[in-house]
């Protein structure tokens, strides 16, 4: 009989014996009664624009990969000019799954910055930054920064030839601000070139800086993405005031979208696994067709571009000074944008991140096709 | 009597009717438990350190006869891992692995006991490697010594 009770229990929505003894047990002692509430009372508005909610949720989900396979990776990495590559290469051909897991770490690593964008592009043009919003959207900006952070800093771990390149033209690009250009770049470096140091300092930026900026910055953007719940974007076609719970209806279709990226990943990962490349060699001059990660293309193709005198400076200090005035526009948006803090249409902005869009794509775009 | 017994019966198969909701919390919870075997299965596997092949050969110049004055000696290094280098009171050269067959501790060379012996639970070795007293188990491994010159030469296999 116990059968027939336990199914009609559970179908009744009540907890079955079971459940409620190790559950009420653990709730007793973990105290874990108000996260209930918050989770039981937490939703997330319906619209035709829902969908997009789901990729903040999904940057989580690959940035939690990225802590498992990174520190999986650890265990085995070691970070020295002499022993890095042979180390990333033991992992790849001797040590069970290393290449999964180094592939793994690398394609959720893209992917992540991917799906990033695609939260960061959509926060923006559904004015989700608007008041009371606009620190979520200013720590979500600090993050994006932090992740270009981890890529430029991780991609030159395996210490091979073409990281090795980027990391100098990286490195360098620093020299042009005045005053402080110099110190930061040998604050990057670790000394005058690129080398060995450079490589046990960007190790640590990984492993250790980064993490510990993005627990807090993350801490607090997470935080804030509870106190105000997700936003009903402005204007007519959203007032709707139709809302989904968040448990369990939202969260087990997050479930559903992480199980599908993670099967994409084990597939990319299986199919494409990620190239190791020639060791790095110090006093080899650069290889053709050198460039640096997709997600830097864009920036990477503008300096190309640029004449090498611009009114009465070079063309390279231009470019760069020009995106940092960029990324401050970029984190301070919410503040510019007073027409959205007042709930009304911004037409202009809308302009300008899709100007913004469009010059990512083509100029990454050129970037690949160069 | 006939329709209490058929009663009974259909309430029993009712009882062990696979219902659909009991069918899919199956299908469920076979393919959650597959998709956490999937990735524990490679975790741990990853985890679990691969063996470097060492070559069984192996041929060390461990120093000069000069240097090993009779009832002494002294750690050289073999391949990834120590040895003992032994000058007999009596003037022969020994080589041993300085591995402690008991925990592993890394053995010395006593020239008081005149005998090999391991700090780290008074395990004792004679001069030909044989442990003698203490807790080691087995005795340590031996290899070649050649003198070539003034050269001292291990090998193994």
């Not at chain 1, 920064?145 to 890529?151: D, P």
Request: charged fraction near 20%; aromatic fraction near 14%.
């Amino acid at each position: 009989m116990k059968t027939t009770t336990d199914f009609k229990e559970r179908a009744s929505g009540r907890p079955t014996e079971a459940q409620s003894g190790a559950a009420e047990w653990l709730r007793n002692r973990l105290g874990t009664s108000p996260l209930e509430e918050i989770a039981a009372e937490k939703t997330v508005p319906r619209h035709r624009h829902s969908l997009w909610y789901y990729f903040g949720g999904m940057t989580l989900f690959l940035f939690s990969i990225q802590v498992v396979t990174g520190i999986l990776l650890l265990l085995y990495y070691r970070p020295s000019a002499e022993e890095a590559f042979e180390s990333v290469q033991f992992i790849m051909t001797d040590v069970s799954f290393g290449w999964l897991v180094r592939s793994l770490h690398s394609w959720s690593a893209n992917l992540m910055i991917a799906v990033l964008f695609v939260h960061m592009f959509s926060v923006f043009f559904l004015k989700a930054y608007r008041r009371p919003r606009e620190l979520t959207w200013v720590t979500g900006v600090l993050l994006l920064f932090i992740s270009l952070g981890f890529g430029f800093s991780g991609y030159l771990l395996p210490w091979n030839k073409l990281a090795f390149f980027a990391t100098r033209v990286g490195t360098e690009i620093p020299r042009v601000f005045p005053f402080f250009g110099d110190f930061m770049m040998r604050f990057l470096r670790g000394g005058d070139e690129v080398t060995g140091a450079t490589l046990t300092r960007f190790f640590g930026f990984h492993v250790a800086i980064l993490p510990a900026l993005t627990t807090l910055i993350l801490g607090v953007h997470l935080w804030l993405v509870q106190c105000h719940g997700m936003s009903r974007p402005p204007g007519p076609g959203y007032e709707n005031g139709k809302t989904m719970k968040f448990w369990p209806n939202f969260l087990l279709r997050d479930i559903m979208g992480w199980l599908f990226a993670l099967g994409l990943l084990a597939a990319l990962a299986a199919i494409f696994p990620w190239e190791l490349g020639e060791k790095a060699d110090p006093f080899a001059s650069a290889p053709a067709g050198i460039r640096p990660e997709w997600f830097f293309l864009f920036s990477f193709e503008t300096l190309k571009l640029l004449p090498a005198h611009l009114w009465f400076m070079e063309g390279e200090t231009l470019g760069v000074l020009a995106f940092a005035v960029g990324a401050a526009f970029w984190l301070l948006v919410p503040f510019l944008d007073k027409r959205a803090a007042r709930g009304l249409p911004s037409r202009a902005f809308t302009a300008i991140g899709l100007l913004v869009l469009i010059y990512i794509i083509v100029m990454t775009a050129i970037g690949f096709l160069a | 009597m006939n329709s209490v017994k058929q009663d009974v019966r259909d309430e029993m198969e009712r009882m062990n009717k696979t219902t659909r909701r009991s069918f899919l919390d199956y299908l469920l919870g076979t393919s959650v438990g597959a998709v956490v075997v999937s990735i524990c299965y490679p975790v741990l596997s990853f985890l679990t350190p691969p063996r470097v092949a060492e070559s069984a050969d192996l041929t060390v110049v461990a120093g000069k006869v000069k240097d090993i004055p009779p009832n002494s000696g002294r750690i050289f290094k073999f391949g990834s891992r120590a040895a003992l280098l032994v000058r007999t009171p009596a003037g022969e050269i020994r080589a041993f692995s300085a591995t402690c067959t008991h925990l592993d501790c890394t053995v010395q060379y006593r020239d008081d006991l005149r005998g090999i012996w391991c700090a780290c639970h008074d395990g004792h070795y004679d001069l030909q490697g044989r442990n003698v007293s203490g807790p080691p188990p087995r005795p340590l491994e031996q290899f070649k010594v050649n003198v070539r010159g003034d050269e001292i030469v291990v090998s193994r296999g």
